[in-house]
């Protein structure tokens, strides 16, 4: 069974510090793909970032970057250069393909706060 | 705005209740998705929907039930629920056959259910 565990509940940041938001994952499969979604106070899930399990270089989207440790298991979400915006919920979650369909695992999330 | 719509955003219900959530997307996916989200708990998956076809039924209660009359409608039937079903039910959509970020899943706003 694939397993994401996200161990920091909440995490407070000050406006243009970077924060690394944690995330390891248990999994049997070989091939997996690593999913990083924000959800802001209006609930919707709003994808960040993707790393596949066989790609060897981590994943960047803008500010957004994955430290992908695959050894440890670990695939970490590094923002650089925190805005006020980024205060939300992060989730970290694995994804396995069934019949085609992405079915994803999530994570418990971290609240990030940014303070002024 | 989303690609993926969800109404009604908010519903209270009693337990003898009947009532519907309506999750539509505009993106030309062909695999649709419900998650739960509770208090304190990950995300939950509860149903997948892959070209119109159930392939995914999450030991789900039988007191929810899904239904998917094309690629880009997709439907909760609720009945006789219990307070614990109070969520916030999100509902999501990818395109099958492509792994990696190309099927990421994209989710909507999600409908937050109160049971009283």
């Known amino acids: 069974a694939q397993k994401i565990t996200q161990t920091q509940p909440g995490m407070f940041v000050q406006e243009k510090e970077a924060v690394t938001l944690d995330c390891t994952y248990d999994?049997?499969?070989?091939?997996?793909?690593l999913f990083w979604y924000k959800q802001p106070s209006s609930g919707e899930m709003i994808f960040l970032i993707y790393q596949g399990s066989y790609d060897e270089q981590n994943a960047t989207e803008g500010r957004y970057s994955l430290n992908f440790q695959k050894a440890r298991k670990s695939a970490n979400l590094v923002i650089s250069a925190s805005q006020l915006g980024d205060s939300a919920m992060y989730f970290c979650a694995m994804s396995r393909l069934i019949q085609g369909a992405q079915k994803l695992v999530f994570g418990q999330g971290t609240r990030l706060t940014i303070n002024p | 705005e989303t690609g993926v719509t969800q109404t009604p955003r908010h519903l209270v219900m009693g337990m003898t209740n009947k009532k519907s959530l309506k999750c539509e997307q505009h993106l030309g996916h062909n695999a649709m998705y419900w998650y739960k989200q509770s208090a304190k708990k990950p995300l939950e998956l509860m149903f997948v929907y892959n070209f119109k076809e159930q392939t995914e039924n999450n030991s789900v209660p039988s007191r929810f039930s899904p239904e998917c009359p094309n690629s880009s409608h997709l439907f909760l039937h609720l009945h006789t629920l219990q307070p614990e079903d109070s969520a916030l039910y999100l509902c999501a959509s990818s395109q099958v056959g492509l792994a990696g970020r190309s099927g990421e899943l994209f989710f909507g706003e999600g409908s937050r259910l109160t049971v009283l």
């Open positions: 999994t049997s499969d070989q091939s997996y793909g």
